[in-house]
């Protein structure tokens, strides 16, 4: 990788930091503030957002007839999560640990804190809880899946990739084979510290 990569992925790291910095300010704005594991909030604001609570009844009489047909569609899918996220989970427990690779913590992808949400009823509980297990595990296997790629193969699609996982940046160019043999061992390296980086 270039020196003019490197810096262009350090300024994205810092901005990447500063964004997360100003996510925690205007949390603070909203009259909340982090307690370990989860948001509380003041009395007052407890009231003002269950006043926002929409009954159950009204909720479904509410809905659009096509968003109640083609729910179980939605909900159908949560075997093929359930499988997908244990799969992964096995994968990473046994190649990870051969490859000294370190795992990835699937309680920092799998998030569950909306339903403690006062605004929301019974069935939006569900359906966020819901969501939040679907793009966890999702989230969570993409990083399986970055640190699998950056141990076996580490080097940039000739194509522009949309979506690309934070690592693939500091792939090797597609066709630079001599970058490529020399900077396997840096790659695959630097997942044993990805720990003492973050």
């Known amino acids: 990788m270039s020196k003019k990569t490197q810096e262009i992925v350090s300024r994205i790291r810092d901005l990447e930091g500063e964004l997360e910095k100003q996510a925690k300010l ?35 009489r509410q809905a659009q007839i096509l968003n109640i047909l083609t729910a179980p569609f ?9 499988f ?24 920092d992808y799998l998030i569950f804190d909306r339903q403690k949400l006062p605004y929301l009823n019974l069935i939006e509980k569900i359906n966020c ?7 966890g595990v999702i989230a969570y296997v993409r990083e399986v899946a970055a640190r699998t790629e950056q141990y076996w193969c580490p080097i940039k699609h000739a194509q522009r990739r949309h979506g690309a996982h934070a690592r ?31």
């Not at 003002?48 to 009844?57: A, E």
């Not at 809880?129 to 793009?135: D, E, I, K, L, M």
Request: one cysteine or more; aromatic letters at 14%.
């Open 26 to 60: 205007e949390k603070g704005r909203l009259n909340k503030r982090l307690a370990e594991g989860g948001a509380e909030f003041d009395q007052e604001m407890l009231r003002l957002q269950r006043s926002l609570r929409v009954g159950i009844f009204t909720y479904l």
């Open 74 to 82: 939605i909900y159908g899918l949560i075997f093929s999560f359930v």
């Open 84 to 107: 997908l996220d244990l799969s992964v989970t096995i994968y990473q427990a046994i190649c990870f640990r051969a490859y000294k690779i370190d795992r990835v913590r699937r309680s």
């Open 129 to 135: 809880t819901y969501c939040s297990y679907a793009n």
């Open 168 to 198: 693939y940046r500091l792939f090797e160019e597609y066709g630079d084979g001599d970058n490529y043999r020399s900077g396997l061992a840096e790659h695959r390296d630097a997942l044993d510290h990805d720990k003492k980086a973050e």
